[in-house]
């Protein structure tokens, strides 16, 4: 069964870094997301993607973050200049069609220290 | 103002028993809604969708009740493979989803 995948599995970064977060989607899928979920908290939307350009991003994406499709594989997410507040579980997920049937990623857990 | 609203838990449930979580959200203009279940520090796999009829998978029943904005999940004869949190799941068309807290289900031999 297809799934999505992401590396690393762990990141763990000092703060003012910059860090690079990486998804594989779904081969046929063309609409491509992000989530986080702070420890002990619900999981947030962060952006989606589509045909090369953001269709929609939360107030939490602000300039610090971007995302990119470099090749026919991958999705990254980059974070500039990270803070504590980054801490996070990253997932990515992936869909068919435009709508809430998503698939999710493993996640890569990032710790800022 | 919480968009996706669900009592944290934890329910502690014996195997084989029944037990009903619910959830409500705020946004009128939602149109889809999903359990999704996630066990600890993995991601969301969505369990089941909901729809106005109601539908069943198993043992688990969803129910919608858009006039009171309010989602429910049953579980019949829990299992111990049951243990997890189970979120509440809205989008209001294709529009991201936005995420209840969780409610985390322990079954217990």
């Known amino acids: 069964e297809p799934e999505v995948t992401q590396t690393p599995s762990h990141q763990v970064t000092q703060m003012g870094q910059e860090v690079i977060l990486r998804c594989v989607p779904i081969s046929n899928h063309l609409y491509f997301y992000w989530y986080r979920q702070i420890l002990g908290q619900k999981v947030e939307f962060l952006v989606s993607?589509?045909?090369?350009?953001?269709?929609?991003k939360s107030e939490i994406f602000d300039d610090q973050f971007s995302v990119e499709r470099p090749d026919g594989s991958n999705f990254t997410l980059k974070i500039r200049s990270t803070k504590l507040e980054d801490s996070a579980m990253y997932f990515c997920?992936?869909?068919?069609?435009?709508?809430?049937?998503?698939?999710f990623g493993p996640g890569t857990r990032l710790t800022v220290t | 103002r919480k968009e996706v609203e669900q009592d944290p838990g934890p329910f502690n449930v014996p195997e084989g028993a029944t037990v009903a979580f619910n959830c409500t959200y705020s946004?009128?203009?939602?149109?889809?809604f999903f359990w999704y279940r996630q066990d600890c520090r993995k991601e969301p796999k969505l369990l089941m969708s909901?729809?106005?009829s109601g539908n069943e998978d198993g043992r688990f029943t969803a129910q919608l009740n858009r006039a009171s904005q309010y989602i429910s999940l049953l579980i019949r004869d829990s299992k111990l493979s049951d243990s997890a949190t189970y979120l509440c799941v809205v989008s209001s068309g294709n529009t991201p989803l936005v995420f209840g807290k969780g409610t985390r289900l322990s079954v217990i031999a």
């Open positions: 946004n009128s203009a939602s149109q889809s």
């Open positions: 997920a992936s869909s068919d069609l435009p709508g809430p049937e998503q698939y």
């Open positions: 993607f589509y045909n090369n350009e953001i269709s929609e």
């Open positions: 909901v729809y106005s």
